[in-house]
């Protein structure tokens, strides 16, 4: 998969972001995870977003695009969850989607 890469900052904590050639974009796991402080268990993910949960960059990183981050944060009791859902809804999701629709 094609892609090229952007970094974004969350409360000082560094969230690497690629986009592939059709305007998606992903979110690398582990940077979800250090803001969250907990992990995240990758073959739930996988169960529950089939398709959406990918290895790419280089090196190779579990990332997960940025529409099934949405939906899985928004599935968190957790505050900063919810925090992180806004964040990634308005800072990587929407300018994406308007991207694409361009």
């Known amino acids: 998969?094609?892609?090229?890469?952007?970094?974004?900052?969350?409360?000082?904590?560094?969230?690497?972001?690629?986009?592939?050639?059709?305007?998606?974009?992903?979110?690398?796991?582990?940077?979800?995870?250090?803001?969250?402080?907990?992990?995240?268990?990758?073959?739930?993910?996988?169960?529950?977003?089939?398709?959406?949960?990918e290895m790419m960059g280089r090196p190779a990183h579990m990332h997960m695009r940025d529409d099934a981050l949405i939906t899985h944060l928004g599935k968190q009791n957790d505050p900063i969850a919810l925090r992180l859902r806004t964040w990634v809804e308005r800072s990587i999701a929407h300018p994406a989607e308007r991207a694409r629709q361009r």
Do not use: I
């Open 1 to 53: 998969l094609p892609v090229h890469g952007q970094h974004y900052v969350f409360k000082g904590t560094t969230v690497h972001v690629l986009e592939d050639d059709e305007g998606w974009r992903w979110v690398r796991l582990a940077d979800v995870q250090s803001v969250l402080d907990r992990p995240m268990n990758t073959r739930v993910l996988a169960v529950t977003y089939p398709e959406r949960l």
